[in-house]
Structure formats: C-alpha cells, structure tokens
T-cell receptor
Framework: DQQVKQNSPSLSVQEGRISILNCDYT??????FLWYKKYPAEGPTFLIS?????DKNEDGRFTVFLNKSAKHLSLHIVPSQPGDSAVYFC??????????????FGKGTKLSVKP | DAGVIQSPRHEVTEMGQEVTLRCKPI?????LFWYRQTMMRGLELLIY????????DSGMPEDRFSAKMPNASFSTLKIQPSEPRDSAVYFC?????????????FGQGTRLTVV
C-alpha cells in the first residue's frame, strides 16, 4: 500500500508555461515533504522541501504548496524550461530535523517540456 | 566533496551468482540508505544505517539480501544468490541530521541485470 502517491506517470508541457506536479499521501504522521528531480543515468537530486507548519515554499521558479487537510502537495514550475525535463519524485518523512528516519517516495512523474 | 560514490555503475551477472554493490557516503554524514528503483514499485527503501548500525531493514525483500557498514566510509549490499527479478537500479544515499532540512544525497546508482 503506497503511502505517497503520484498518480500521473507523465506530464507534457510547452516551454514557458506552468508545470504542475501533484502528490498525495495517506499518513498523517508525515510532517516534512521533499521533491527530487532525476535525470536518466543519474541519482535523484534534491529540489525543494516544505515542512508541515507551512503551506507554501518558493525557490526561484519552483514553488511547493501543501494542503494538510487534503493530504496533498504540488510542485509548480514557472516558467517551464526544456532543461526541466526529468522524472520528479515526491517524498515524505515523519521527521523534521533531528533524527533522519527515512524518506518514503512516490513512483515519480516524468515531465517533458517541449520547446 | 565528490558526493556519494557507488560502484560498479553497471553489473551484469548470471542467476545464482553472488553480487556485491558498494557505497562510499559523503564524509561526515552519519545516515546511509540503500534504495532500489524499479518500474513497478518506484524507489523503495531497503535498509538504512545510523552511525554504522542498521536501524531498519524491513524493506529488505528476502534473506538473499544483506547489507553491512563496517565503518563510516563504506557500505555493501550483497545479493546471494541473485535472481532475474532482482534486476533494478540500486541507489545509495547519505544524509546528516541537524541541518535545516533532511535531504538525502544520492549516488549515481548501480544498474544490476541478472540474466
């Protein structure tokens, strides 16, 4: 039973437009959420995170929104660029700071940004 | 820092053979994780260590899988005997608590093919 779900396996967006990647979780004990980006033949790299005490975190073109009541988070990329084409993983952790615990990953969404 | 280093990058082996995957975490990180990525299940946590001690190995699929961390700078994941269904990309990651975020840093992965 997946605790972190990314229901869209793929997404195609035109360059310059907004990309919205969605993620749902089931465990209310999760209080820290991360997005990772993965290019082919490379390991995932950290992109942006948000703690459960916030509902928005922004870093340049990337913004993550958290809706705790709906157990839903989303990653917005605007404007989208061809270099953003990659697989995006949503991850959740029951711990913030301190003891690491572990990250529970979704299956990923493959984003394709077309020129 | 060179980041998390995994070896080999690719491994092709015959069913029944022993396979050993290696990982060198980032210096100073005291958490080490082994993940497996497959199309069906995405990124799954197999086992993680804190200060060289295994904390949670509930993700290890079978007794054929074992992992060790003899010191702070080296870990191995061994599969004996290997089976075709073990074919996947295996990632090692490390992290250090006490930072503002709890992101894990991933290696480039080992692509294992069991024929």
């Amino acid at each position: 039973d997946q605790q972190v779900k990314q229901n869209s396996p793929s997404l195609s967006v035109q360059e310059g437009r907004i990309s919205i990647l969605n993620c749902d979780y089931t465990n209310s004990m999760f209080d820290y959420f991360l997005w990772y980006k993965k290019y082919p033949a490379e390991g995932p790299t950290f992109l942006i995170s948000i703690s459960s005490i916030k509902d928005k975190n922004e870093d340049g073109r990337f913004t993550v929104f958290l809706n705790k009541s709906a157990k839903h988070l989303s990653l917005h990329i605007v404007p989208s660029q061809p270099g953003d084409s990659a697989v995006y993983f949503c991850a959740a952790s029951p711990n913030y700071g301190g003891s690491q615990g572990n990250l529970i990953f979704g299956k990923g969404t493959k984003l394709s940004v077309k020129p | 820092d060179a980041g998390v280093i995994q070896s080999p990058r690719h491994e092709v082996t015959e069913m029944g053979q022993e396979v050993t995957l290696r990982c060198k975490p980032i210096s100073g990180h005291d958490y080490l994780f082994w993940y497996r990525q497959t199309m069906m299940r995405g990124l799954e946590l197999l086992i993680y260590f804190n200060n060289n001690v295994p904390i949670d190995d509930s993700g290890m699929p079978e007794d054929r899988f074992s992992a060790k961390m003899p010191n702070a700078s080296f870990s191995t994941l061994k599969i004996q005997p290997s089976e075709p269904r073990d074919s996947a990309v295996y990632f090692c990651a490390s992290s250090s608590p006490g930072q503002v975020n709890t992101e894990a840093f991933f290696g480039q992965g080992t692509r294992l093919t069991v024929v």
